[in-house]
């Protein structure tokens, strides 16, 4: 799933105007939620939308060229929910 994180911020990253990437995954997906921090991905508030409850997600360009090229860090043993002082 890493990998497959990278390649699709990659892809989005070839459009020099993109500086950031924004998403709301659902909070009830743990592994997204897990792969998502080992992806660099930083978390926001928790938003209640109509069919989900949800938690903002992004990721910086500086962020992502910072780690690009370097293996996949561990990934996490817990949720970032259960840290997550929005929550």
């Not at 508030?45 to 910072?66: D, G, N």
Request: aromatic content about 12%.
């Amino acid at each position: 799933a890493y990998y497959t994180f990278q390649a699709i911020a990659a892809w989005i990253f070839r459009d020099p105007s993109v500086q950031r990437l924004v998403g709301e995954p659902d909070i009830r997906n743990r592994k997204v939620l897990l792969r998502l921090v080992q992806a660099g991905f930083d978390f926001g508030r928790v938003i209640h939308l109509p069919y989900k409850t949800a938690v903002m997600i992004y990721l910086s360009r500086a962020s992502f060229e910072a780690a690009r090229g370097l293996p996949p860090p561990p990934a996490p043993t817990q949720s970032p929910m259960l840290q997550a002082s929005a929550y």
